[in-house]
């Protein structure tokens, strides 16, 4: 409640929400089961063989029933046939509007399309294949914007050598994650395996990547361990670290070679 100039108001109540009418089965429409059936039959390839039990009618409209049928076309299990009857007001004539064949609750459908660029797996390109990058794609910017990396701007800027597009700070933070969590991470069998000082950040064989990247991955340099020309993280590793000392051997003294006089046969 509120005071204005001595005079007292009450908040206005909300607008009642109007009830929707339900829809009533005409019956004219839903007695119409050997029509909804003969149309049908006219659609089936087997002349209405397919056309199986009949399973209900339900209203669409006013003076508007869809009658369903069970369908035993081969292929085609839990869908329905289905024709839709209806009559104009004040008549008991009925008609035909349509049929369709629809797919029940339980009926076998084609998995949903996805676009070619959510199918693409990693690996999925071979030699020949072409892939084009989208327009949008997120991953990329224009090279003629500012960036966050400074390797970035001198690569985008160089005279006649510039890049039209660059990676995008989304872009970078996605092949970032995705490297860590791969084989190439600190959680890769052969790097838990290593042992714990052999991490590729303090190997002689680690190249640093270029930009924001750097603090965190390099390429492996080194031809005998398994991820040679591959980025890794900084925190993986194996036993071909280049600081990897071999455990040293005691050394055992040389004794003096000793004749069995005793076993040596006179010629």
């Known amino acids: 409640m509120g005071d204005n100039g001595g005079v007292t ?50 209203a669409e409209g006013e003076r508007l029933v869809m009658h369903l049928f069970e369908c035993l076309l081969p292929g085609y299990r839990g869908w329905r046939y289905a024709a839709t009857v209806t009559r104009v007001i004040r008549s008991k004539h009925v008609t035909v509007c349509e049929t369709a064949l629809l797919p ?76 860590y969590e791969s084989d190439h ?17 303090t190997c002689g064989f680690y190249l640093p990547v270029a930009g924001s990247l750097r603090a965190m991955f390099g390429v492996c340099g080194n031809l005998f361990a398994p991820d040679d020309g591959r980025a890794v993280s900084a925190d993986h590793g194996c036993g071909a670290h280049s600081e990897v000392v071999p455990d040293q051997v005691p050394t055992v003294e040389a004794l003096t070679t000793v004749y069995d006089d005793a076993s040596v046969e006179r010629v």
């Open 9 to 58: 108001t009450q908040p206005a109540e909300p607008a009642p929400t109007p009830r929707r009418r339900s829809i009533r089965l005409d019956a004219a429409c839903a007695e119409a089961v050997e029509l909804a059936r003969a149309a049908l039959a006219e659609t089936d390839p087997a002349g209405g063989a397919n056309v199986g039990e009949h399973l209900g009618a339900r």
């Open 104 to 179: 029940g609750p339980d009926a076998i459908m084609a998995p949903t399309w996805v676009p070619w660029q959510e199918r693409l797996q990693p690996g999925d390109l071979g030699v020949g294949d072409v892939m084009t990058t989208v327009p949008d794609d997120d991953r990329l910017a224009p090279g003629y914007l500012e960036s966050d990396d400074p390797a970035v701007e001198e690569t985008a800027y160089e005279l006649g050598l510039g890049r039209s597009r660059v990676m995008s700070r989304e872009g970078r933070l996605e092949a970032a994650e995705r490297w």
């Open 185 to 201: 991470g600190p959680t890769a069998p052969i790097a838990e395996a290593a042992p714990r000082h052999a991490r590729c950040g």
